[in-house]
């Protein structure tokens, strides 16, 4: 089961609030709409915290909890000059060229997303961006993700926790997915060798995402 998060995509795009709590809030609706009751939970990217949040809220739901590419802590909670400033170079970015016709803006996100995509690949998630949700939206959804902080949440997460994370990560560093695993009570961590953010069908990581993730959900 997957689905858009609120204002993006094909869930309402004129939405009041974003943050942790309503971003739990959606996933709680998802669950109970599709009538899951037990069930593995994927958390990628800034869907980590979310995930985390979910599984200390319901664990007698969660069998499983699998978490690649995400962090405990947004890049204004980590406490160096250079995260906030560049968070802050690309909410300006995202509000001045979001929704352009050309791609130039949204390029340089792309480029730090999937640096190793092909050039095909590239205009294709360029487009994705565009169409998936507005300027605004985009930025406001960017600056709640900068002030996340699930640090205290992570370390009372009691399910069997999966993290893979790759080594030269553009978007989430190596050392904040490093991070997280240490929070989290017996986690097993697995390094991924790539900088993709977004794994890709034909790089060496993708195989080895796979095989570690039927091996976690197997053992269940």
Avoid at 32 to 61: K, T
Avoid at 65 to 90: C, N
């Amino acid at each position: 089961v997957r689905y858009d998060e609120r204002g993006c995509g094909m869930s309402d795009r004129d939405v009041e609030g974003v943050s942790l709590d309503a971003w739990v809030s959606d996933l709680e609706a998802v669950v109970d709409a599709a009538n899951l009751d037990r069930f593995a939970l994927l958390g990628a990217s800034q869907g980590g915290p979310v995930a985390i949040a979910y599984a200390v809220r319901h664990p007698e739901r969660v069998i499983r909890l699998v978490l690649y590419g995400a962090y405990a802590r947004g890049r204004f909670k980590r406490g160096l000059p250079p995260d906030r400033e560049e968070a802050e170079a690309w909410i300006s970015m995202v509000r001045a060229g979001w929704g352009r016709g050309g791609p130039a803006f949204r390029r340089a996100f792309t480029t730090m997303y999937v640096p190793g995509a092909t050039l095909e690949q590239m205009s294709w998630f360029d487009e994705l961006q565009r169409i998936s949700t507005s300027p605004e939206t985009a930025a406001r959804i960017r600056l709640s993700q900068n002030e996340l902080d699930v640090a205290d949440i992570a370390r009372r997460v009691t399910v069997p926790t999966l993290v893979l994370h790759a080594r030269d990560d553009l978007i989430a560093p190596f050392a904040e997915g490093r991070l997280l695993a240490s929070l989290i009570p017996s986690a097993q961590f697995v390094p991924l060798e790539g900088r993709n953010h977004i794994l890709l069908a034909d790089e060496p990581a993708w195989p080895v995402f796979l095989r570690e993730l039927h091996a976690f959900l197997a053992a269940s």
